[in-house]
């Protein structure tokens, strides 16, 4: 029992990471209909951002998502008017899925030319030290981890419920028309928006560096798990996304331990499919009509 | 029916002689690989076509059956002598027929989903067979990879490979004409357009979807066997692979999708440079970079396809 309980510890520590990476996902799916597959790779390109700074300038790997975040802020919003704004007619959803992955492939080449394949790591001096609570292990870095994924998340939910920005963000995902009607700049709100998500990996890369080692080629492992996140949560569904990430942390930390870690990945695809059964639409999506 | 039209047939004459000629005009072995390669592309693409293509549910798993087909000869012939070495051939029309028959499951589930929850399911199809390749160690030895035992033709070894890419290619070609002109291509073509209308008009679209799903699935077991037999050696990154899916689908975009020749036409244009790219820039990973600038300019530039944009001149 003891173990299954330091295991869910884990989870919820793990999912609330993911949850921040995945909100972003969802986020602009909601809004433009555009699932990023490049959110893998920009979050990788991020640890690496802040794996430089904390080298070569000694900031610390928390601080430096306030360099960060809007450098991957302007990416997004450049990203977002080159390739997507362009994409017109029946299949544009489809081919941003298209354009967002050859993305994926061009941050995973250039990352490749700079770094080579060596995986890496950022280590502050206390990446390794952990507390001791009842008996459970909690490692600090994964509880700083929590606390800032938490905060970004209630930074975004208050930038979407309280800010004219958020309105305008929730009119467009509600009616596009009608919002364009009531004079909210639909192409504008979609530009930021998609800069806002791409900002959000900032955050998640500085964790995801310190947590695990990377490579260029992590963004494949990543993207699977977030896309995984954001289908079971329900395309679009801030909330729905941060259930699911907390559900998937738990579901593979706990696969880990009572089962086996190489196992534990797989997990949360047999439970995706699992609830694709009964739930199509994912737990809090709508139900897709045709295109 | 699809009716035999003379300026077709003579398309498909000229395509076809000149892809049979091609191994014996040209005998350097490392251009005849890359014909090999090629034509693996155009039939990937070419198969890729005819399910999503036709009803416009974009696959993203489709890599995955390619990596199962090419273990699945691969662990037969572990355990079964390969003859003189033309015997992984014949049994290549068993193993479509397998793995399409196993794949049609996992297509029940996929394609309760519409649209991007169906492509997104798919590439984590993809994902799942790729972990599973891993970690089934037993079956599949995991990242050791699996040896396939090597023929004994040694003079002109890439040409029985040419030849059986070249076969499927003309396979799926086939299939792609005769389904287009058939009750079937148009049931496929009205769930495309509208799905809830098709089914309301008494289209059985569960039905339809399922079986270009088969064809297409087949398809690219068999030519992830064949493959697999070209390598010797299969690797989970290197049969499941991520980048040989968007490969395949970027040529059928570029080629023009839904369409007969454009998917082949696609993967004509980019294959030979895909493999130049790849054995002059392939150690510094520049190729990806690369690969996504030519993805790029294609969807931007001509997100019609070159068949239609032609068609449309």
Redesign the interface.
Known sequence: MHIVVQACILGVLTGGVYALMASGLTLV?GVM?V?NVAQGALVILSAYLSYVLFKDLHVDPFLSVLIVAPFMFALGTTVQLV?IR??R?E?A???S???T??????I???L??IFQ?TYRATNPGYANSSWTVFGYQISVVRVYAFALSVAILVLLYLLLAKTRFGRSVRATVQNPSSARLLGVDADRVRTVAFGVGVATASAGGAVYGVLYPFN?GSH?DLI?RL??I??LGG?GSVGGAVVAALLLGVVEAVVAVEISP??S??SY?VL??AI??VR???LFGIR???? | MSRLRPLGLGRAAAVFGAAIAFPFLVTPDWLVNIGVFTLMYAGLATAWNLFSGFTGYISLGQAAFFGIGAYALAITFEHVSIGGGYRPFYSLPLIGLAVALASLPVAWVALRTRAMTFAIVTLMFLFIVQQLAFNLRSVTHGSQGVAVPQPSFTSNFDRPYYFAMLGLLALGLLATWYVRGSKLGLELLALREDEEKARGLGIRVTRAKLIAWGLSVGLTAMIGAVWGYYLFFIYPESAVDPLLMIGAVLMAFLGGKGTLWGPMIGALVLVPAQQWALTDFGATRLYLIAYSLVFVVVLLLLPQGIVPSLRRS
């Open positions: 799916f209909h699932i390739f362009s994409l007619g299949s959803e489809e081919l899925l298209l354009i992955w050859a993305l994926a492939l061009g995973e080449g250039i490749g030319a394949t260029p494949y699977s896309l995984s954001v289908v395309l190489v196992w990945s797989f695809f995706l499919i694709l059964l199509p639409q994912g897709e009509r045709t295109l």
